[in-house]
């Protein structure tokens, strides 16, 4: 039998603390609801489990000034959902993270954790890429900042260096004529893995597009910045020769595998009919078309 | 016994085992646990073919916390060249399936297996044994099995004179084929291809045993059939049936999977080698592997057919898969795809074809979908080539009133016209359907029926009066489907008390006299008839306890209501004796009260059944979804409506899975790739509409309650119904299962 330590720090210099003198053998908690099911499945081993629910920093919201948000990396969904004002600045960020797992696992399961588990099918981290989420992380040796689209290596591989812990998320503030959301391929209606997920942002003035990002996920060893899907948009009036246009960048874009979720071509077609889709409600909620 | 008299058959009682389930108290097998229990894990192969040269345990044994090691040296041995059969299962199968023995056959096939005082130490002990493997080339597709020079599983099996992974053919004639598509105005042939399926309960096989110092064994596990379990645990092991009792768990989900056993005699003779109780669980991944699941099938129907639409011949060709061991549900195909229709000249054919996957197991009508998969389409495509409505294209050909079919039977009362006039007449068949209801979106209707034997076999049941008056009764099969529910109905209204006061156990094999699997849709037609012959049994004692304490003859004492009275005005005046008055009285009047039956029940007459199903597909994704589904079957009588209807509901959801979204997928390496509900895509509930079933009650004549057993027929039709509305949405014709989103995309685009 192997002994398991769990640490409940309450600051994140502990928390911080405690992870690095683990050497590596430690795993951080949030939700739990990828670790515990890797220990199950006898992927990880950890010595110790160290629980980060306990920082204030890491399970709070706070609303700027200026209208941008930090979300703290063990927020669960379903507290996301209860903010009074999140949900109507970020609808797409919010509908991704409400996405993972079941109601039950929502109580649970965190933006943060959903990154640090390193999926390219994460359904938050395209949203994320689209929002131009910033990623907070410390670590022994302080605090840096990454852009999200930034922080996975790989499948299951993160650039987080030893030692270092996700904070949370900082979202930019809101301009007037903007709109997010997510969409998915799942085979099922629900408790199912993207085949793809696309991730939109979009500001609109007068019908313009003056900012656009995109982000793409289950297509390539990591949740791509699809840079030239929203450089097809912006200036456009979301015309169908430019949705095409970034429908074609996402194609483009695809690096998938076949496996037993999906095959290389289902997915590289299925970017680009989401782009379109996603596209039309992003717009909506922007107050445009 | 009319309907319309009845106060508790046909009335949605509540349900005996709800309340423990929904508040989570049900005792399910991996429930239990016993003062001293160790645990036992099993190694599992990692190759998917391979003959096993040596195995050696030492490391493991001597691993600190290891209690016992065993292999198939410690199960009785059966010779390959004689088979021993209990029902349809061998046991030199059985044995081998359980823990390899001369080989390993498929990627998770059990090869030897450990106790240990937890199970993290018996899994690491597992991790010590080494086993020296002669790895062989391995064959997981029929295709790849029956080609020439196909890696052989079995040197004992022989097709057409030679070495073949072709274990057996089944063959089912009616008159001339080639002469019957000689007579033919349209013939239309057409190849199709299923993926094997999973059973899909929730439950994973478990199961605690302790064998005592005195060689005496006690099972508490679920399954199908505690007798089963008893019979194949004493052939594996050698220890006679009377010292072994099963004592049955309520039971979270089998659909005939559970008609076998996996782990019982494994912790059996590891119980009787440390002096231990052993407690065994299955993990997901492990049930997916190595349980179950149904074949996957290739198969070509060709039928012809008179210009009217008379159907004059029909010919199904159908390989099916075995998995690693003989057995698959060959008879299923081959005896139930025509048997709905009256057709003069068939040929049916069935091959077994053993590969490097799972030994399959049961999965409700095993096999029949598969061959309704393919009949049922060619017939659609036959009525679109004739231009003739296809439920009227059915209707012109039904089986009727002694037809005889091609598997051998000679029908008595047919009630499959019944099923399609119900369809036919049904508001869903005319509701309009818009076929393009907005951009990307197509809609379509499709109807497919189908068959099942049903069954009746052996079953036992105790009906005792309690000392306060009330009642028990007990009967030998676990129940998967409310067969509790329906036979508490049966005896109160047999009895004619209230419904409350009937409690319905299932025996251990030790409490209660022998009774076959809960299987075939036989539980509720069989249970019923022990329980009404017990019933009308007590009701005679009852009638004679309360004319001894009238002191007149019992013939002049009649029961109803729940009460003795006297039968006429010639009987005497006498105030009426109730049950918990004659109980009172029972051990002054000559003792206990009640009676018991053991029987081996006749009279199963096969069920039928017709649907109909819209679909939307979205055409950019390729994506599938059931709309509204309709469900018409004949059950003879519903005992319990509810549990019908569920039935119903159940075999539809499942078929919508296989036509769907289900599917066993390997990798290169001969490795099961999707062993979790993640991968292996069940629908869940957002994925399915509320399915209406029509619950035809034309009563079984055979039947004291009419009843002809519902379990089975509602999966036969799904997969052909779907097909043919997805066919009525895009104008594409579909020949293999599952329909997913990349295989509906590319036909699409094909």
């Given amino acids: ?154 499948p299951g591989r993160t650039n987080l260096t030893p030692g270092e812990i996700v904070v949370g998320f900082t979202l930019p503030p809101r301009p007037a ?64 020769a430019s949705v095409e246009a970034a429908a074609a960048a996402c194609r483009a874009a695809c690096k998938p595998i076949d496996d037993k979720r999906g095959t290389i071509v289902y997915r590289t077609k299925v970017a680009g009919v989401l782009l379109r889709r996603t596209v039309a409600i992003a717009a909506e909620r922007a107050g445009g078309k | 016994m009319d ?72 199960l009785v041995e059966f010779p390959l060249d004689k088979p021993v059969m209990l029902g349809i299962q061998d046991m030199r199968w059985m044995s081998r399936n359980i823990l390899a023995r001369e080989k390993v056959l498929f990627h998770g096939h059990p090869v030897a297996a450990v106790a240990a005082i937890s199970e993290e130490i018996a899994d690491a002990a597992c991790r010590l044994i080494e086993v020296e493997y002669e790895v062989l080339p391995h064959a997981i597709e029929i295709e790849d099995a029956i080609a020439p020079g196909a890696p052989i599983l079995h040197d004992f099996i022989r097709h057409e004179g030679a070495s073949s992974n072709i274990a057996s053919t089944m063959v089912n004639k009616l008159g001339d084929i080639e002469a019957g598509f000689a007579a033919a105005d349209i013939i239309i042939e057409r190849s199709f291809t299923t993926r094997p399926v999973h059973q899909g309960y929730l439950e994973p096989q478990a199961c605690t045993v302790s064998c005592t110092a005195d060689g005496k064994v006690t099972i508490w596990s679920s399954s199908q059939g505690q007798f089963m379990v008893r019979a194949m645990t004493s052939l594996l092991t050698g220890i006679p049936q009377s010292s072994i009792r099963a004592i049955p768990a309520e039971i979270g989900g089998g659909f005939g999977a559970k008609t076998i056993v996996y782990l019982e005699p494994i912790a059996v003779v590891l119980s009787r080698k440390t002096g231990r109780p052993v407690k065994m669980v299955m993990n997901r991944d492990e049930v997916f592997r190595a349980t179950g699941p149904t074949s996957g099938s290739m198969s070509t129907v060709k039928i012809g057919a008179k210009k009217d639409g008379t159907i004059v011949a029909a010919q199904g060709t159908f390989y099916i ?119 990307g979106v197509r809609r379509g209707r499709g109807v497919a029926s189908g068959f099942w034997y049903n069954a009746g076999g052996e079953s036992s049941a105790q009906l005792n009066i309690t000392e306060d008056g009330n009642v028990t009764v007990t009967t030998g099969h676990p129940d998967v489907g409310g067969s509790r529910a329906s036979i508490a109905n049966v005896a109160a209204e047999l009895l004619g008390i209230d419904h409350s006061r009937v409690s319905v156990l299932i025996g251990d094999t030790a409490s209660i006299g022998f009774s076959n699997l809960t299987g075939g849709s036989r539980v509720t037609f069989a249970s019923a008839i022990v ?171 055979k039947h004291p309650q009419g009843v002809r057993g519902a379990g089975e027929a509602p999966l036969v039709p799904p997969l052909a119904a779907i097909s043919n509305a997805i066919y009525d949405a895009l104008g594409k014709r579909f020949y293999s299962l599952p329909m997913s989103p990349p295989k509906v995309l590319a036909v699409l685009e094909g």
């Fill in chain 2, 3 to 74: 309907a319309i008299d009845n106060k508790w058959i046909g009335s949605r009682t509540i349900r005996p085992d709800g309340a423990d389930k929904v508040t989570g108290r049900a005792g399910y097998s991996a429930d239990n646990a016993m003062p001293g229990m160790i645990w036992a894990r099993i190694l599992r192969s990692p190759h998917p073919h391979a003959n096993i040269r040596s195995i050696n345990t030492a490391k493991a044994a001597a691993l600190p916390g290891v209690k016992a090691v065993i292999t198939a040296a410690d």
């Fill in chain 1, 1 to 154: 039998m192997t002994d398991i330590r769990f640490l409940t720090p309450h600051t994140l210099d502990e928390a911080i603390g405690a992870f690095a003198a683990a050497q590596g053998s430690a795993r951080i908690l949030a939700g739990g609801t990828d670790l515990l099911v890797q220990m199950r499945n006898g992927v990880v081993r950890p010595g110790a489990i160290i629980d980060i629910k306990g920082i204030a920093e890491l399970t709070g919201i706070t609303e700027a000034a200026d209208g941008g948000f930090f979300v703290g990396a063990a927020v669960s969904g379903a507290a996301l959902a209860e903010h009074r004002h999140f949900g109507k600045a970020w609808p797409g960020v919010l509908e991704a993270i409400n996405l993972i797992g079941s109601t039950q696992v929502q109580g649970r399961a965190s933006a943060g954790g959903n990154l640090c588990n390193g999926s390219p099918a994460g359904d938050s981290v395209p949203a994320m890429v689209a929002a131009g989420a910033i990623v907070i992380i410390q670590g022994p040796n302080g605090r840096r900042q990454l852009p999200v689209e930034a922080f996975p290596a790989g």
């Fill in chain 1, 177 to 240: 004529g903007s709109g997010d959301a997510y969409l998915r391929m799942i085979p099922r209606t629900e408790m199912d893995i993207a085949v793809v997920g696309v991730g939109v942002s979009l500001t609109l003035a007068n019908g313009v597009v003056t900012a656009a990002r995109v982000g793409l996920g289950a297509v390539a060893p990591t949740v791509l910045l699809v840079a030239d899907a929203g450089a097809a948009l912006i200036g456009s009036t979301l015309d169908a």
């Fill in chain 2, 531 to 701: 329980v009404t012959q017990s019933a009308e049994k007590v009701i005679t004692q009852l009638r004679e306890r309360a004319a001894k304490i009238w002191k007149i003859d019992p013939e002049a004492v009649a029961w109803a209501n729940g009460e003795a009275f006297p039968a006429g005005a010639n009987a005497g005046q006498f105030p009426p004796l109730s049950l918990k008055e004659l109980a009172a009285k029972a051990n002054e009047m000559g003792g206990p009260i009640g009676a018991g039956t053991q029987l081996t029940t006749t009279g199963a007459d096969p069920g039928f059944a017709t649907h109909v199903v819209d679909v939307e597909v979205d055409i950019e994704l390729g994506i599938v979804r059931v709309l509204r589904y309709t469900a018409a079957q004949d059950v003879g009588r519903a005992l319990h409506p509810s549990y019908v209807e569920g039935q119903i509901q159940g075999g539809v959801v499942q078929g919508i899975g296989w036509a769907l979204s289900e599917e066993y997928l390997y990798d290169k390496q001969g490795r099961l790739d999707n062993a979790s509900f993640l991968d292996y895509r069940m629908p869940v509930c957002s994925d399915v509409p509320m399915i209406e079933p029509v619950v035809l009650e034309l009563p079984n004549p």
């Fill in chain 2, 321 to 439: 898969q075995a998995g690693c061991l003989p057995g698959g549900p060959v008879r299923g195909p081959v005896g139930c795809s025509f048997a709905p229709y009256e057709i003069a000249n068939v040929l049916s054919v069935g091959y077994d074809v053993v590969s490097n996957r799972s030994k399959v197991a049961a999965y409700r009508a095993p096999g029949a979908p598969l061959g309704a998969y393919a009949a049922e389409s060619v017939i659609d495509e036959l009525a679109e080539a004739l231009k003739i409505d296809p439920l009227e294209l059915r209707l012109k050909n039904t089986a009727r009133k002694g037809t005889k079919a091609a598997y051998g039977a000679t029908f008595g009362d047919v009630t499959f016209k019944e099923t399609i006039e119900a369809i036919k007449h049904h508001p869903h068949y005319s509701a309009p359907l818009d076929h393009a209801p907005a951009e």
